[in-house]
């Protein structure tokens, strides 16, 4: 073989295979109290059951076995008339909860007020983690007055409609299905965020605005 010959074999280099080398997992960002409490505040503001919100709850005894525990909670949730309180953990604080053993088959304290858990696995529940997303990403969309007193006329003339013949009443913003759930971000109009975001999903006026529990 000529010296050209064995030169020209060393320049071919064997073709590179695409896609044989994974990318390297990033290890996931561990979810913080504080993105777990801003979720569950974003889910009362939309649930059109929750009628206010007071942060952080009045302490409360609770009674489990021969042993008197006092705790204030989170959150006191006033839910259809009932008030409840609540406490938001991540699964870390979890582990050190003091209530967390009762919780788990139920617990109330002495004035008779339900205890409950919120971790990452019931604040972000599927399709309501999603729903509400979509929903609180339509916060800051402008809707103008003509906009935003034709969708709720029409609301108060039928009842409950269908999110896509509500939309339909919008002229002036470009989204209309944006522009009814910014209102629904301003608590004026009730939205079932159980369910996925469809062009059926029902709508109706919110009579009772979602109180601010930090008074902002």
């Known amino acids: 073989m000529s010296a050209q010959a064995i030169l020209d074999l060393s320049d071919?280099?064997?073709?590179?295979?695409?896609?044989t080398?994974?990318?390297?997992?990033?290890?996931a960002t561990p979810?913080?109290?504080?993105a777990l409490i801003a979720d569950f505040l974003s889910v009362c503001e939309l649930d059109a059951d929750v009628e206010c919100l007071r942060a952080?709850?009045?302490?409360?005894?609770?009674?489990?076995?021969?042993?008197?525990?006092?705790?204030?909670?989170?959150?006191?949730?006033?839910r259809d008339g009932s008030a409840y309180l609540v406490?938001?953990?991540?699964?870390?604080?979890l582990l050190n909860h003091p209530l967390r053993a009762a919780a788990i088959h139920g617990i109330t304290s002495s004035d008779g007020r339900p205890f409950i858990i919120e971790t990452a696995a019931s604040i972000r529940a599927e399709p309501r983690?999603?729903?509400m997303r979509l929903i609180m990403a339509c916060k800051r969309t402008p809707v103008t007055a003509g906009d935003r007193v034709r969708i709720l006329h029409q609301l108060d003339e039928v009842g409950a409609m269908r999110l896509v013949d509500c939309a339909s009443a919008v002229m002036n913003t470009q989204d209309g299905v944006?522009?009814?759930?910014?209102?629904a971000c301003e608590g004026l109009i009730a939205v079932d965020i159980?369910?996925?975001?469809l062009p059926e999903t029902q709508v109706r006026r919110r009579r009772l605005p979602f109180a601010d529990p930090f008074a902002f």
Do not use: M, Q, Y
Request: aromatic letters at 4%.
């Open 21 to 27: 080398r994974r990318a390297a997992k990033r290890p």
């Open 129 to 131: 983690f999603t729903t």
């Open 87 to 93: 406490d938001v953990a991540t699964d870390d604080d």
């Open 194 to 197: 159980s369910r996925p975001i």
């Open 12 to 19: 071919r280099r064997p073709a590179r295979r695409s896609g």
């Open 56 to 78: 952080p709850a009045d302490p409360a005894t609770f009674v489990i076995g021969d042993e008197t525990i006092e705790h204030s909670a989170d959150f006191e949730v006033v």
């Open 31 to 34: 979810l913080t109290r504080n």
């Open 178 to 183: 944006a522009a009814v759930l910014a209102l």
